[in-house]
């Protein structure tokens, strides 16, 4: 997990909810938590929309991935730095997520939380978590194979 996903799951889980407004969602971030000023705030939502971490679906702002079963630090205090990080395109993982969530017509929370699972129980990857959930569906993964070596082999090799 990225400090932009402990972040995103923190908020929630101190709101102690799964779903917020746009409104609500900047609110906290900023003046409820005084994390970061209200421009910052905003940057963090656009962020997690950009990276496919938050989804907005009937004006609510929703984690597409399983914040309740994010273990974090008790001393946990999101960095200004994670504002000013350039905005990832869409991931492997949300791309498996989204192959998982087409062909089974599940949701991908429910889908993030089976990875999640499967990787702390694994001690894997994310990726490779992914593809294990995918291929236990009975879904085609050799397309994806090749690149989740690659991108376990990059993150590290550095």
Known sequence: MNDIEITIALLYKKKGRS???????VFSASMDYRWFTPKGA???LEIGLQSDLLEL???LVIPTFDHSSINIPSDFKPSQDIIKAKVLP???LFQIVDMIS???DLSRQDIMASINKKQEAMGIDIEAAALVVANDMDLDISDHIDMVEQEIKARHSN
């Open 90 to 92: 869409k991931g492997l």
């Open 42 to 44: 905003q940057k963090l």
């Open 57 to 59: 679906k009937d004006e």
């Open 102 to 104: 087409k062909e089974k």
């Open 19 to 25: 779903e917020l407004t746009e409104k609500e969602f």
